[in-house]
Structures are given as C-alpha cells and as structure tokens.
C-alpha cells in the first residue's frame, strides 16, 4: 500500500493538468510531424481505446500549434443555383465568415417582407394580365388562320379535350362515315389527300402553339425575376 503521506498534496486538485498521454511518445511525436506537413493530401487518424484522453489530446496539440500560426480565412458554404448539389465555396477574411451568416439572415428576413409585397402589387398582376392575354390572342389568331384555310379545302377543325382535329365538310357539315363510303372513290381519294396535307399544316400549327406558350413561360419568368431583383435588397459589405 502507499502511504498518502508522502504523495506530497491533499488533493488531486492541487495537480497541474497532466500533459500529454501516458506512455503515447510515439503518438504524440507522429502528430507532431503530421501537422507539420503543409502540402495537400496529408491527413491525421487518430484511433486507440475509449476514455485514453485522445481526443482532449489532440485538440490541446492542434491548439498549441495553432498558437503560432497565423489565422486562417474563413470558408463558406453558399448555395449554387446552377447546380444545387455543388454549393460555392468562398474564402473570406478571417472573421468576416460570421459576418456574411448574420447579413443572409437579414436578408433573408427581409425578403420575405419585401417579395409577397411585390408580387401581390397592381403592377405586376398588371403585367402578367398582359402575358396572358397576349398568349390568349396569338394562340386564337393561330387557330383562325388554320380554321380558315381547312375552310379553303372542305373540312372543319374540331375541337374535343383541349385537342383539335380536322373532318371532312364538303358543305359545312361533317360528312358520317356512311355518307363518306357512299361517295366515289376518286372523290374519297381526293378528300383523303387534301386531309393528310391539312393534317400536316395542323401540326405545324400545334408546333407554333406550343413555341407561343414557351414564349408566355419566359416572360413570365423573366417578369417574375425583374420584379424580384428590384424588391430584393442590397446589402454592402461592412468594413
């Protein structure tokens, strides 16, 4: 047995705090050489048994070499609106990292004040009223304009679900598939051919439809981006 009397203290807590880890030169000599390394690449793993002290180990080396370093920059995560899954990476000035968080959070908040506002302004449902309602006339003009030369050639367009079809119409009336056979045969070919070229046109008129609301889409986004540049704030960098 040990006799407390000669361990010199009444207490632990009279003790410095132990530096470094019991019989770990070796360790603690290859960390030193690792965070000596300056070139990239190089990486530290520490492993060993729980509750050895490595972890209190290597925070207090890496704090003490730190010491006599100088600060490194700051490194921040923004998002990437062009790629979301790769955020931009930015280094700023020691220090301004905390900065940056705080004035997004500003932002951010002032952001959701100032777009609702924007967006729900006579101006703009004015502007967008006028996307639409262009859209609205040169789609029609579209539609007439095909109407009228299937008009040209006897049929008619119809129009079921949103999807327009053409029907043979001598004399403004669909002809039924009974009337239709009942005709001669060089009068059926040639209503047949005239429907395939008007079928052709038809397509070519459901191409220009669709590139008038690509069109309509872009405007509306590119109002929607304009409106929202000019509600969104500028915040300066601080000094």
């Given amino acids: 047995m040990c006799d407390p009397a000669t361990l010199g203290f009444v207490s632990t807590a009279e003790l410095p705090p132990l530096d470094g880890m019991i019989g770990q030169d070796r360790a603690l000599g290859a960390t030193t050489f690792g965070i000596q390394m300056k070139h990239a690449g190089y990486n530290l793993f520490v ?14 080396v890496l704090a003490q070499t730190a010491q006599d370093e100088p600060t490194p920059p700051d490194h921040c995560y923004v998002h990437n609106f062009s790629d979301p899954y790769r955020p931009t990476a930015l280094e700023l000035p020691a220090g301004r990292g905390r900065d940056l968080q705080q004035e997004m959070v500003r932002f951010v908040e002032e952001c959701r004040v100032r777009l609702p506002r924007a967006f729900e302004s006579e101006e703009f449902e ?15 003009e579209e539609i007439t304009r095909f109407e009228e030369a299937a008009r040209t050639q006897g049929f008619i367009v119809l129009q079921s679900h949103g999807r327009l079809a053409v ?3 001598p004399r403004g009336k669909t002809l039924s598939p009974e009337e ?39 405007a509306h986004e590119q109002l929607v981006s304009t409106v929202a540049a000019a509600a969104t704030p500028v915040f300066l960098p601080t000094s």
């Fill in 126 to 140: 004015r502007q967008k009223s006028q996307i639409l309602d262009n859209l609205a006339h040169r789609h029609q």
């Fill in 47 to 60: 492993l060993g048994p729980t509750a050895t002290g490595r972890t209190t180990t290597m925070r207090r």
């Fill in 167 to 169: 029907a043979p119409a």
């Fill in 180 to 218: 239709f056979n009942a005709l001669p045969k060089s009068v059926r070919d040639e209503i047949e051919a005239r429907g395939h070229a008007l079928e052709e046109r038809l397509e070519a008129t459901l191409r220009q439809l669709r590139q008038l609301e690509r069109e309509a889409r872009q």
